[in-house]
T-cell receptor, first 114, second 114 residues
Framework: QQQVKQSPQSLIVQKGGISIINCAYE??????FPWYQQFPGKGPALLIA?????SEKKEGRFTISFNKSAKQFSLHIMDSQPGDSATYFC?????????????FGKGTSLLVTP | GAVVSQHPSRVICKSGTSVKIECRSL??????MFWYRQFPKQSLMLMAT?????????EQGVEKDKFLINHASLTLSTLTVTSAHPEDSSFYIC??????????FGSGTRLTVV
């Protein structure tokens, strides 16, 4: 499986601050880069995804920035709220015999303090 | 978006017994589904790709005789953990890829083997 490297491993942000999580990938089957949010005991839920005919996509307080030449993309959470406290995973489609399954980064545990 | 139902959400079984986990795509015909495993505080690791009407493909290191996958129809894939042992205790999650909604995940099954 291709490597998807995610950083930081954990992040503490004050309420109202900006949370930034970074992801780097090697090769990908096709250009589709999602971020998932996962709460304890739940499956991951799609937060936002980009198909890079654009370098940035914004949905509400969440923004993906994409740098194709560097093979990097990042998640920015503006005006972070305590309810955003969760684990965030970046992912990229693998180019293998796995039918283009998503490979995940190791995750970032975000804590937003009041 | 696509809706994926996974059942059961939690199961406790005795060591040596088998457990079946179901993944249903409620509003999308899925020729392919993916099965992941997630240990506590770790990322999602792809176990296998379930293919409707043909054999599943397994990732390196995943025992196909232990984790039996059956993709009986375009809406149902099952994962059976045979002769379960405590080390198989984990969070099992299925995923359905769609063209429109990306990859949708089930809510996961927490398996505890005692």
């Amino acid at each position: 499986q291709q490597q998807v490297k995610q950083s930081p491993q954990s992040l503490i942000v004050q309420k109202g601050g900006i949370s930034i999580i970074n992801c780097a990938y090697e090769n990908t089957a096709f250009d589709y880069f999602p971020w998932y949010q996962q709460f304890p005991g739940k499956g991951p839920a799609l937060l936002i995804a980009i198909r890079p005919d654009v370098s940035e996509k914004k949905e509400g307080r969440f923004t993906i920035s994409f740098n194709k030449s560097a093979k990097q993309f990042s998640l920015h959470i503006m005006d972070s709220q305590p309810g955003d406290s969760a684990t965030y995973f970046c992912a990229a489609p693998s180019n293998s015999n796995s039918g283009y399954a998503l490979n995940f980064g190791k995750g970032t545990s975000l804590l937003v303090t009041p | 978006g696509a809706v994926v139902s996974q059942h059961p959400s939690r199961v406790i079984c005795k060591s040596g017994t088998s457990v079946k986990i179901e993944c249903r795509s409620l509003d999308f015909q899925a020729t392919t589904m993916f099965w992941y495993r997630q240990f506590p505080k770790q990322s999602l690791m792809l176990m296998a790709t379930s293919n409707e009407g043909s054999k599943a493909t397994y990732e390196q290191g995943v025992e196909k005789d232990k984790f039996l996958i059956n993709h009986a129809s375009l809406t149902l894939s099952t994962l059976t953990v045979t002769s379960a042992h405590p080390e198989d205790s984990s969070f099992y999650i299925c995923s359905v890829p769609t063209l429109t909604y990306g990859y949708t995940f089930g809510s996961g099954t927490r398996l505890t083997v005692v």
